[in-house]
């Protein structure tokens, strides 16, 4: 599997509640996912390219204030996986 077939998998077995998925396809082959979560705090957002590169997105619901932003460079699933799965612990225990 690639890193971007992990990470939709992981998306559609996800015990957090999913606020919108997209699964996109660029015309220059660099396939993207992102997942949308939301809490009553914050909204969160997860995006994976097909080359390894992450961003992770924070807005505060009620400011509209971005108050998180990390890019990450992944070489396989595992990594990815440790890192988004204690980004969402993290979220949805704020």
Do not use: P
Request: proline share 0%.
């Amino acid at each position: 599997m690639t890193i971007l077939e992990d990470f939709r998998k992981w998306v559609k077995d996800a015990s957090f509640d999913v606020r919108a998925v997209s699964f996109e396809t660029a015309n220059n082959n660099n396939d993207s996912s992102y997942v949308d979560i939301r809490t009553t705090t914050v909204l969160a957002r997860i995006t994976l390219w097909s080359f390894g590169s992450c961003d992770l997105i924070v807005l505060d619901v009620e400011s509209e204030e971005q108050i998180f932003w990390k890019n990450y460079e992944f070489d396989d699933w595992t990594a990815a996986c440790k890192v988004l799965t204690q980004f969402i612990e993290d979220i949805l225990h704020k």
